[in-house]
């Protein structure tokens, strides 16, 4: 595989993308379940397309050297990519997990790994002290995200990571929001990563798919095993959606977080707003780790409307930005995490973590950035009481 030293030309050429038969510049499909044996053991590289695929393997060399690992995995989606790498572990393993984790990954552990015996306990991995204090023998691995939705709470990757080495503990690193453009954990002492690709990867809202990198050859090995023994891959199309929506990724995340720093501002004067969270906002408090770990502060921006507006209508009367679950696209799509990607938490805890009934989640898109904060400013002044 060769090497780029520039993101921006590894996103369009890493991972060997011309087709070595033909010379054609785009991946082809290899829309195909499997292969001629030329006789008895005598394959052509591919047997079946659950173990490997031509489309397929290009996305996941692609991602191993975005993101600087050893190999790397296509799963059907990012939960099919979570729950491959914690089948890593055995019964009786702890995972620790962030406090704000994802709720699927939250909901596969409490709820699937569960009848494994694979257990999880929350911890704070903002705060590295009481991370390392919640380390006990039964732990094996930390499973985070930076920042952590919805509150975009920030995790010093390589604090964690160094503090996680010394017990022994795998370091997974969930980079959907930020992406290997804008934050590489590997290189910040983490040993897997995995991606919803769904988001900014594939960046177009057309393809639910899933990836993982490792950063060595055992743990590569194990997951290769497990990808094809569990089989939930990712198809060819599906690949080929992956391998477009990447070559774009540099321009279109420059143009988000661009979008995301003007549209934070605008919030952050605005009087009907009680208070925003992004690590892009000097007074935020991750803002400096993130600045030390990561090229920008993604997209992802959360902020609480004060009690003088309904957040019904609110929803209700924007025009241009979306209510919709899902983020990272090109268009702008807002979520309210009460009712939506966290309402399987009870009020009480919700209201602890700030996740309050007024939290309104956004994914600032491409759009005219004027466009986007015209369209939130008006819905606004509509849900005022
Ligand atoms: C969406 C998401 C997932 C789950 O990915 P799917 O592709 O929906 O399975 C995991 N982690 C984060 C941070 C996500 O936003």
Same mark, same amino acid.
């Given at each position: 595989? *060769?090497?780029y030293?520039?993101?921006e030309?590894?996103?369009?050429h890493a991972?060997?993308q011309?087709?070595e ?8 499909i ?18 079946y397309?659950r173990?490997?695929?031509?489309t397929? *393997?290009?996305?996941e060399?692609l991602?191993?050297e ?6 790397g ?7 099919a990519?979570t729950t491959?790498?914690l089948?890593l ?7 620790l ?7 699927g ?10 009848h494994?015996?694979?257990r999880?306990r929350?911890a704070?991995t903002s705060?590295t002290?009481?991370f390392e204090n919640?380390i006990?023998d039964?732990?094996k691995?930390v499973?985070?995200e930076s920042?952590?939705n919805p509150l975009?709470?920030v995790?010093?990757?390589a ?7 010394k017990?022994g503990?795998?370091v997974i690193v969930d980079n959907t ?6 934050q590489?954990p ?5 040993d897997?990563v995995v ?5 900014y ?7 639910v798919a ?11 090995e194990?997951?290769?095993?497990i990808?094809?023994?569990?089989g939930?891959v ?6 080929f959606?992956l391998?477009?929506g990447?070559?774009?990724l540099?321009?279109r ?6 979008n ?6 605008r919030?952050?004067?605005n009087?009907a707003?009680?208070s925003?969270y992004?690590p892009g ?5 991750g803002?400096?780790t993130?600045?030390?770990q ?7 921006i959360s902020?609480e409307?004060?009690?003088r507006?309904d957040i019904n209508?609110?929803? *209700? ?9 899902s983020l990272g ?6 979520c ?5 990607t ?8 919700? *209201?602890?973590?700030g ?9 600032v ?18 849900a005022?009481k």
């Amino acid at each position: 595989m *060769e090497k780029y030293t520039n993101i921006e030309t590894a996103l369009i050429h890493a991972g060997s993308q011309i087709d070595e038969r033909t010379g054609a510049v785009n991946t082809p499909i290899y829309q195909t379940s499997t292969y001629k044996q030329d006789g008895l053991g005598k394959m052509r590289g591919y047997e079946y397309s659950r173990t490997g695929n031509p489309t397929r *393997e290009v996305l996941e060399s692609l991602i191993a050297e975005l993101e600087g690992g050893y190999a790397g995995f296509a799963f059907g989606s990012g939960m099919a990519a979570t729950t491959a790498v914690l089948s890593l572990f055995k019964s009786g393993d702890t995972i620790l997990i962030g406090s704000n984790v994802y709720g699927g990954t939250f909901r596969v552990l409490d709820k699937v790994f569960d009848h494994f015996d694979i257990r999880y306990r929350i911890a704070d991995t903002s705060d590295t002290e009481a991370f390392e204090n919640a380390i006990t023998d039964d732990v094996k691995a930390v499973m985070l995200e930076s920042p952590a939705n919805p509150l975009m709470t920030v995790t010093d990757i390589a604090a964690i990571a160094k503090a996680a080495k010394k017990h022994g503990l795998t370091v997974i690193v969930d980079n959907t929001f930020l992406t290997p453009y804008l934050q590489r954990p590997l290189e910040l002492g983490a040993d897997i990563v995995v991606h919803s690709a769904t988001k900014y990867l594939g960046g177009h809202s057309d393809v639910v798919a899933g990836l993982a990198v490792c950063s060595d050859k055992d743990t590569a090995e194990k997951l290769a095993f497990i990808q094809n023994s569990t089989g939930g891959v990712l198809g060819p199309f599906d690949s080929f959606l992956l391998i477009k929506g990447i070559k774009t990724l540099g321009v279109r995340m420059d143009r988000h977080v661009e979008n995301a720093l003007k549209v934070a501002e605008r919030l952050k004067e605005n009087k009907a707003v009680k208070s925003i969270y992004y690590p892009g906002l000097k007074d935020d408090p991750g803002y400096e780790t993130n600045k030390k770990q990561a090229k920008a502060p993604g997209a992802m921006i959360s902020f609480e409307l004060d009690e003088r507006h309904d957040i019904n209508v609110f929803f *209700e009367s924007l025009k241009l930005v979306c209510l919709a679950e899902s983020l990272g696209g090109v268009e702008s799509l807002v979520c309210h995490p009460a009712t939506m990607t966290h309402a399987a938490i009870p009020k009480e805890i919700r *209201e602890k973590v700030g996740i309050t009934d007024g939290l309104i989640r956004l994914s600032v898109g491409i759009e005219n950035v004027s466009d986007i904060i015209e369209d939130i400013e008006q819905a606004i002044k509509a849900a005022e009481k």
